[in-house]
């Protein structure tokens, strides 16, 4: 993960979960993270089979369709983007350590204080996520 993510994102580690915008154009972003065997969330999900969690991909997702708005400069740097709903959430395949998730992002919706967005991610040519989701976006409160 370069710098770039980071000044795209006001997310940081253990909570990141982009390493790339792959490609960007008006209709699509792609962006890519492998989930290394280090993350925070295996040992406990689970020991003796560890997957990511749900919970996890969707943030993936999320954070993608954010990272790339800003890269897209529709968002002000200062801008934070808080989930506030997620709908038609479809899981079909379990993402292990060491597998690289690439997310294909469509933003529904935008106005600069609310974001809808749809995506779905996969491994290698195998979807393992889908969903919809709102975030409402603007500064931080002080």
């Not at 204080?113 to 969903?131: P, T």
Request: charge should be neutral; charged fraction near 25%.
């Amino acid at each position: 993960m370069g710098n770039e993510i980071e000044e795209l994102l006001p997310h940081r580690k253990p909570f990141l979960f982009v390493d790339k915008i792959v490609s960007l154009d008006e209709g699509k972003i792609v962006a890519r993270h492998v989930f290394g065997e280090e993350e925070f969330f295996f040992p406990g999900h689970f020991p003796r089979y560890p997957v990511v969690p749900g919970v996890i991909l969707i943030e993936t997702l999320a954070q993608s369709g954010g990272a790339g708005l800003r890269k897209q400069n529709k968002l002000p740097p200062d801008a934070l983007f808080f989930l506030v709903a997620v709908d038609k959430v479809k899981f079909r395949r379990q993402v292990r350590p060491g597998e690289e998730l690439r997310s294909e992002i469509t933003t529904l919706r935008f106005s600069t204080k609310m974001i809808k967005q749809a995506g779905k991610a996969y491994v290698g040519d195998e979807l393992a996520v889908e969903a919809e989701w709102l975030c409402l976006a603007g500064a931080a409160p002080l």
